[in-house]
């Protein structure tokens, strides 16, 4: 098999990109980060953003830490929780298309704005000072790669079964049987509010229907903020998770577990060939051991009337 | 001012480069983003050569580097809800997928068993360091690479895969 890669790498080999292009990178990694350092204008360092939740137990990096995880199920305080979490986020505000959605969000020591229409140019602004005109678009949320207009996204079912089934059909056919995908295309629903309010509770009325998924308890994301930590076991070990507010449903940050934590305890198992593509639900009292690592979190998002104008 | 070339630098960059747009162009199918991304590990690498280069494995430092430069492209991509938005902006369109059975088979693996074949049989890096850079246990490493052979051996069928550790 060595041979065929050889062959293989052969086939699609590039030429480096010349030294001087890899040298100015540098030197403009080095400017953002100096010019973060003085301004201010980055908040968060590199560092902080990969924060630590403070998990109940948590204790320094690199210990192990034990969180129970608490189960899911009719009456768990995973599905209480989740399902309050629906209710607080059904009396939020509903999103006012016309204008422009606003969002700020940070990444890596970055913090990105957007000023995006559906019918006027909008903005993209990174904190580092670069600007990109962004084109109207139609699109307001996605479900998987699949587009949704405004009209298609409010006539997503609310009724979390429907709903479900609905974010299935949505997704790409190898993603469909997992609670682990289906927990991300869900985050990455939340990450636009977009959502109407109606939709958000039914996100999280379905997220209390995945088996893999639990509320971990309290913890704080890279910006000090307070939230719970909601989380999905992953089949070769690792969870991936995001911290709600959950007075309004918001998500505050996203993430996973460290790289070098063994979360999921009871899988997996080594000798055996855990698959993605199958169906997987992680034993009924799994439990969480170790930090998450959070490295895209929100500020804050809404409708403003004019680019530049923020919430 | 000149350029200033880190001693030792360039020698692993030439070599390690064409590699790595490889690994990853394997594990994510797009060969603009995977070069985007090696550049950028690479410039934080010569950002960071004094450290990097005493390190056990600068190998291993710059493909968990690029693997997130990936994610967070990734994931900018959504944010950003713009196609243009890109990292490979302002390059060449990325180049066409080879006319080759052993690429459409890596292509129809997995993601997570594709990035693992990268790093092996492309990085050549032991099932340790694999283990490191995709934060899995070394056994599921073995797993995944087993399963992943094991596909394509049958994909390939007759080409007959000689399978080798």
């Known amino acids: ?311 | 001012m000149g350029v200033r070339t880190a001693e030792g630098f360039e020698p692993w960059y030439t070599e390690e480069f064409p590699r790595l747009v490889t690994t990853l162009r394997i594990a994510t199918g797009d060969g603009g983003l995977a070069e985007e991304a090696a550049a950028e590990a690479f410039a934080r690498a010569y950002d960071k050569w004094s450290r990097v280069r005493k390190m056990a494995s600068p190998n291993g430092w710059v493909y968990v580097v690029a693997l997130n430069e990936v994610r967070g492209a990734l994931r900018r991509r959504r944010l950003e809800h713009s196609q243009a938005a890109r990292l490979r902006l302002g390059h060449a369109p990325p180049p066409p997928d080879p006319d080759d059975d052993l690429w459409r088979a890596v292509r129809n693996l997995p993601e997570r068993m594709r990035l693992a074949i990268g790093l092996r049989y492309v990085a050549d890096l032991p099932e340790a360091e694999i283990a490191r850079v995709m934060g899995i246990a070394r056994g599921t490493v073995a797993a995944t690479l087993h399963s992943a052979r094991r596909q394509l051996s049958h994909d390939l069928a007759p080409r007959l895969l000689k399978e080798t550790s």
């Open chain 1, 1 to 311: 098999m060595n041979d065929d890669f050889a062959q293989l790498s052969r086939l699609v080999a590039v030429t480096p990109r010349p030294m001087t292009e890899i040298t100015d990178r540098a030197r403009q990694r080095r400017r953002r980060r100096l010019e973060g350092t003085a301004t201010g204008v980055v908040a968060v360092s590199i560092a902080a953003a990969i924060g630590a939740a403070s998990l109940p137990g948590a204790t320094h990096p690199g210990s192990a830490p034990t969180t129970a995880a608490r189960g899911i199920g009719a009456g768990s305080p995973t599905t209480v929780f989740l399902n309050a979490t629906a209710v607080a986020a059904e009396k939020q505000l509903p999103p006012q298309p016309g204008g422009f959605f606003y969002q700020r969000s940070g990444e890596a020591g970055e913090q990105t704005e957007t000023w995006q229409s559906t019918t006027k140019p909008g903005l993209l602004l990174k904190s580092y000072g670069f600007q990109q005109v962004l084109k109207p678009r139609k699109v307001v949320a996605f479900i998987d790669n699949q587009p949704l207009t405004w009209e298609q996204m409010q006539a997503l079912p609310t009724d979390p079964t429907a709903l479900k089934a609905r974010l299935r059909a949505g997704m790409r056919p190898e993603w469909r049987r997992s609670d682990q995908d289906m927990f991300e295309v869900i985050r990455d629903m939340l990450d636009s509010s977009q959502t109407t309010p109606a939709l958000r509770g039914a996100l999280y009325r379905v997220l209390a229907q995945l088996p893999s998924v639990r509320v971990l308890g309290p913890g704080t994301d890279p910006l000090g903020r307070r939230g719970e930590v909601v989380v999905v076991a992953e089949p070769l070990g690792g969870v991936r998770a995001m911290i709600i507010d959950p007075r309004t449903g918001a998500m505050l940050a996203a993430g996973g577990a460290d790289l070098k934590e063994r979360p999921v305890v009871g899988t997996p198992d080594p000798t055996s060939t855990p698959s993605y593509e199958l169906s997987w639900t992680p034993p009924p009292n799994w439990t969480f051991h170790g930090k998450i690592d959070y490295n895209t979190w929100f500020y804050t998002s809404g409708y403003v009337s004019r680019v530049g104008q923020r919430p």
